[in-house]
């Protein structure tokens, strides 16, 4: 199945962080999210994007 959308507990397990991370950061760092039904989604595809984003050189 493809998965475009992971839930809040997919995308931090995906990132390797908390749930409580998620939350705070993509308020915080402006980590795209979505709702849908009142749930919150992210897209693994921006998930990637902003990971890219934080590379510390």
Request: charged share 35%.
């Amino acid at each position: 199945m493809d998965r475009r959308f992971a839930g809040i507990t997919a995308a931090a397990e995906y990132l390797d962080v908390s749930e409580r991370w998620m939350y705070r950061e993509s308020r915080r760092h402006g980590i795209p999210r979505y709702y849908f039904g009142g749930r919150l989604k992210f897209k693994i595809e921006d998930l990637d994007r902003w990971a890219r984003q934080q590379r510390v050189v």
